[in-house]
């Protein structure tokens, strides 16, 4: 199966001049884990992780700094996949560069994300068989 097949085509993302408060309420209100940053071309330049956020924001109610901005905190470092790989190349990228989440592109543009989970779903629909009835 290749990714493209498996990936979340709506890319869900933020601009570097998010507050943490905003982006935290852009996670939960689209049930997503991860955001991708976009500058003010639209190119991806970073991502920002719920555990990243959570910890931010618990030093920012620490500091009562207020003013901080996602550019600050996010990864600038983005892990992509060609969309026509095969899940197990992701599979493995996602365990080699320890991250839970790869950019998919097509000629170098962003097209969809995968997940751990979305890996999750497919190995348990491919290997869980429901049980014979005797």
Same mark, same amino acid.
């Given at each position: 199966?290749? &990714?493209? !097949?498996?990936?979340?085509?709506? #890319?869900?993302? &933020?601009?570097?001049? $998010?507050?943490? &408060?905003?982006?935290?309420?852009?996670?939960?209100? +689209? =049930?997503? =884990?991860?955001?991708?940053?976009?500058?003010?071309?639209?190119?991806?330049?970073?991502?920002?992780?719920?555990? /990243?956020?959570?910890?931010?924001? +618990?030093?920012?109610?620490?500091?009562?700094?207020?003013?901080?901005? &996602?550019? /600050?905190?996010?990864?600038? =470092?983005?892990? $992509? #996949? /060609?969309? +026509?790989? +095969?899940?197990?190349?992701?599979?493995?990228?996602?365990?080699?560069? /320890?991250?839970?989440?790869?950019?998919?592109?097509?000629?170098?543009?962003?097209?969809?994300?995968?997940?751990?989970? !979305?890996?999750? =779903?497919?190995?348990?629909?491919?290997?869980?068989?429901?049980?014979?009835?005797?």
């Amino acid at each position: 199966m290749r &990714i493209k !097949d498996a990936m979340n085509k709506e #890319i869900i993302s &933020i601009t570097e001049s $998010t507050s943490p &408060i905003e982006a935290f309420e852009k996670m939960y209100k +689209n =049930r997503v =884990r991860r955001l991708f940053v976009v500058n003010e071309e639209g190119i991806p330049t970073g991502v920002i992780s719920h555990s /990243d956020l959570i910890g931010a924001l +618990n030093q920012l109610n620490n500091e009562k700094n207020e003013k901080e901005l &996602i550019v /600050d905190i996010m990864t600038s =470092r983005i892990v $992509t #996949i /060609d969309a +026509n790989e +095969n899940i197990k190349n992701a599979a493995n990228l996602m365990l080699r560069a /320890d991250v839970s989440g790869l950019l998919a592109t097509e000629a170098k543009k962003p097209v969809g994300v995968i997940t751990k989970t !979305d890996i999750c =779903r497919i190995v348990a629909a491919n290997l869980l068989v429901p049980k014979e009835e005797s």
